[in-house]
């Protein structure tokens, strides 16, 4: 298929891993990591640790939209969808994460309507079919996402649909790095940029990491190769002492970002002040609410929301496991009490969090084909 | 559900735990620390099937790791007899001394008519197929309707008449059935039951737990295009493609197929849940491992591009006329052959190969080159948002 199996090619894939095993220094341990869960996703569905030496590790990041929903926010959302009339629309992702009492899909068998969606802007098409329901959608995501709920609610206002609202969990990529790179407990040499939300803010906001920090930052597509040739291109950066921002993903990515999409999420959403990020803990202006011109829209003006901090449970690990600090098995209860049809942590639930990639496709002890190229040339 | 399931689902870890815990302060090395949770996980996958919802969602209708375990914990814990124990498409019985296979299947498909067929054909081609891939030469079906109140006549006439012809071309016929009629509301237009029945003339007994260490894996022409006609018919999508649902009986092709290779091992009809779910259930009834190869694996252009538009995986989608065959490894390309010859099987390919390494997993050779598991579903394939 064209367009896709140039990007999974194998033959390329070897080759590009012969020049990534000969960049690593002997007895240097590379840490990289991917933020965006989208590439968490690929580096499994693909196998494509397979072709790593043994020194290169691949840590997962926080950039899974729905893992870094807190639970009390899910609570939220489905106290909302309980309310009288409510249609709540949601992306599919979302419907098995679990709240303290239960997922999306428990409210549902309890009498909630919690509709499954593909596009924010379907939830309009519901909410003309059923003028006597309030239709709330369920907004969630970086700022991949966010310019389609921000089209969404400018059409809204356009055609003057009342019963239509927004409850707002989008959140922005950048403190959420920001974080990590402050985090104590751990060392990474350098970043697979988030190819997706890097489509909308463009490549400038990672400069604080190679220039501050000092760690090299390769914005990435979302094929195996884009991926790969990534890798090649921080341990390029790294074995030449080198901590730049580089654009992999150019053939999608501008490098100042797409305007007409952040001018739309500044006419509809502001800043909060701060958010709660599950695991992460609250983090200062890292997320987006309604504006204020679109008060009338805004789920959380509109209904009661409880608003209550919820803990995770004890031994969920979440937090150490977006943080990179854990890897997905090393969590207590990986695998056992928490599994992705009985999912604890809401990593084990997306299919672009750590957990569930891994359960779901890298569960096995693998053989690096790398090494044994290498070790044959 | 309530927070406590939680709780007990931690406490139930904590017993399994305790011996790693201790090892784990001695600090292994990372791969043997890595292979000692994959050890862990492996036997609480064994464990016995426990429901943890208090009500029936969604998931548990999606063929995938929900319904097995609502399948085993309710249905199988209430029913359990040896027929029903292998939980094959069709039980096999003796009456009379007659050997007899007896299955019967629900339809429910939304919309009713789409791309290539209708909730009628698949009514047919469904149990038929069952039948067929147990071995059986099916011969009677019944048919029983829940129609909603308002529905119209002359769709209920189009159904019917779709019914009658797939009867007709899988030569079968329909001896039996029921009318009921429920208030407008209780269900969406026309549900449709059909149970078969079958007589098993062949010897050779067939079953997934037969399967053994260097057969191959054979799937009878490309993979997925049922479910993706159906979503796409759905049209939530604003997605067009050319392609129509695959269904169609299976019991001309099936019967040259074991012609050809008496010794097939066992056969399934890749619907819900897909040839993933089928290969899922090959490893654990032989408690074997699968390897597969995506290359190997027949998907058409159009299916694959929905898709991958969809972040859905085509090993994962339903298929109505399609069969997975294990055959003895030395009779591969003589089964690929017989099913080449037939017009339902012009595409049929070796997918993958039984072996013993890893039993209970099946594994993929992607076509990037690396490997990965491919597990059941939990629900239904979920698309992905960013």
């Given at each position: 298929m064209r367009f896709v199996d140039e990007f999974r090619d194998a033959d390329k894939a070897h080759a590009l891993a012969a020049k990534i095993a000969a960049l690593c220094e002997p007895g240097r341990q590379y840490k990289l990591m991917e933020v965006c869960g989208g590439h968490t996703h690929t580096i499994y569905k693909h196998g494509l640790?397979?072709?790593?030496?043994?020194s290169i590790t691949l840590v997962h990041g926080p950039g899974c939209p729905v893992c870094v929903i807190p639970m009390g926010r899910v609570d939220d959302a489905i106290h909302l969808a309980s309310q009288p009339d409510v249609i709540m629309t949601s992306f599919g992702?979302?419907?098995?994460v679990p709240g303290s009492g239960g997922s999306f899909f428990d409210a549902n068998a309890e009498g909630t309507h919690i509709r499954m969606v593909y596009s924010p802007l379907d939830s309009l098409k519901i909410a003309r079919q059923n003028p006597d329901k309030r239709v709330v959608f369920m907004a969630i995501g970086f700022e991949t996402t966010a310019p389609s709920t921000a089209m969404t609610m400018i059409r809204a206002k356009a055609e003057g649909l009342e019963n239509f609202s927004v409850f707002c969990n989008h959140v922005t990529i950048v403190p959420a790095i920001k974080a990590i790179l402050d985090s104590p407990d751990l060392r990474l040499d350098g970043f697979i940029g988030p190819g997706h939300v890097s489509t909308v803010?463009?490549?400038?906001?990672?400069e604080f990491i190679a220039k501050q920090y000092g760690k090299p930052v390769v914005v990435a597509g979302f094929e195996p190769l884009d991926i790969l040739q990534s890798i090649y291109m921080l341990m390029l950066q790294l074995s030449q002492g080198r901590s730049e921002v580089e654009n992999q993903y150019a053939r999608v990515v501008?490098?100042?970002?797409n305007l007409v999409a952040l001018k739309a999420i500044g006419e509809t959403m502001e800043l909060r002040p701060y958010f709660e990020w599950r695991g992460l803990g609250f983090i200062s202006h890292s997320a987006l609410k309604v504006h204020e011109k679109y008060a009338a829209m805004d789920a959380e003006l509109i209904f009661q929301v409880p608003g209550v901090r919820v803990a995770d449970p004890?031994?969920?690990?979440c937090g150490e496991v977006l943080k990179g600090?854990?890897?997905?098995?090393?969590?207590?209860?990986?695998?056992?009490?928490?599994?992705?049809?009985?999912?604890?942590?809401t990593c084990m639930v997306s299919p672009e969090g750590a957990c569930a990639a891994y359960y779901n496709f890298g569960r096995m002890n693998r053989n690096r084909v790398a090494e044994a190229g290498v070790a044959g040339s | 559900m309530s927070k406590s399931w939680i709780d007990e689902a931690l406490a139930q870890s904590e017993l399994g735990h305790e011996g790693l815990a201790a090892e784990g302060r001695r600090q292994l090395p990372l791969a043997d620390r890595e292979q000692q949770v994959l050890d862990r996980i492996d036997r609480a996958r064994r464990r016995r099937p426990k429901v943890r919802e208090e009500r029936v969602t969604m998931s548990h209708g999606a063929g995938g790791k929900a319904t097995q375990t609502l399948i085993e914990a309710v249905f199988l814990d209430a029913f359990r007899n040896p027929l029903l124990e292998?939980?094959?498409d069709a039980a096999q019985l003796t009456v009379s001394g007659a050997r007899i296979a007896l299955t019967t299947d629900s339809y429910v498909v939304?919309?009713?008519?789409f791309p290539g067929g209708d909730i009628g054909d698949l009514a047919v081609n469904g149990t038929v197929n069952d039948l067929a891939v147990s071995g059986a030469r099916p011969l009677y079906l019944s048919a029983g309707f829940i129609l909603e109140e308002g529905f119209p006549v002359a769709d209920l006439q189009r159904v019917t008449e779709s019914m009658r012809a797939a009867a007709e071309r899988a030569g079968v016929s329909v001896v039996t059935g029921d009318t009921k009629v429920v208030q407008?509301?209780?269900?969406?237009?026309c549900y449709v039951n059909t149970a078969g029945v079958g007589v098993v003339e062949r010897d050779g007994a067939l079953g997934a737990a037969r399967a053994q260490p260097g057969d191959a894996i054979v799937v009878s022409g490309p993979i997925g295009d049922h479910g993706i006609t159906i979503m796409l018919a759905r049209?939530?999508?604003d997605i067009e493609a050319d392609i129509c649902s695959?269904?169609?009986?299976l019991n001309g092709l099936v019967a040259d197929l074991l012609d050809a290779v008496?010794?097939?091992?066992a056969m399934r009809d890749a619907?819900?849940?897909?040839v993933a779910t089928i290969l899922n259930e090959i490893a654990r009834a032989a408690d074997v491992g699968v390897l597969a190869v995506e290359d190997a694996i027949p998907v058409r252009a159009e299916v694959r591009g929905a898709s991958e538009l969809l972040g859905i995986?085509?090993?994962?989608v339903a298929c109505e006329g399609r069969l997975v065959a294990v055959v003895p490894g030395e009779d591969a390309d003589r089964a690929v052959a017989a099913l080449r010859a037939h017009p339902l099987g012009e595409?049929?390919?070796?997918?993958g190969h039984v072996r013993?390494?890893?039993?209970?997993i099946v594994q993929l050779k992607t076509a990037f080159g690396g490997t990965r598991i491919v597990d059941l579903l939990v629900g239904d394939p979920l698309p992905r948002i960013c």
């Open positions: 640790e397979d072709y790593l030496p043994e992702d979302m419907m098995r803010i463009g490549c400038r906001p990672y501008p490098w100042d970002g004890k031994a969920c690990q600090v854990l890897k997905p098995w090393e969590c207590k209860v990986f695998g056992t009490a928490c599994t992705p049809e009985t999912p604890i942590g | 292998p939980l094959e939304s919309p009713l008519f407008k509301g209780k269900a969406d237009g049209g939530e999508l695959d269904t169609a009986p008496p010794g097939v091992r619907t819900r849940g897909g995986d085509p090993m994962y595409r049929a390919a070796v997918i013993a390494e890893q039993p209970g």
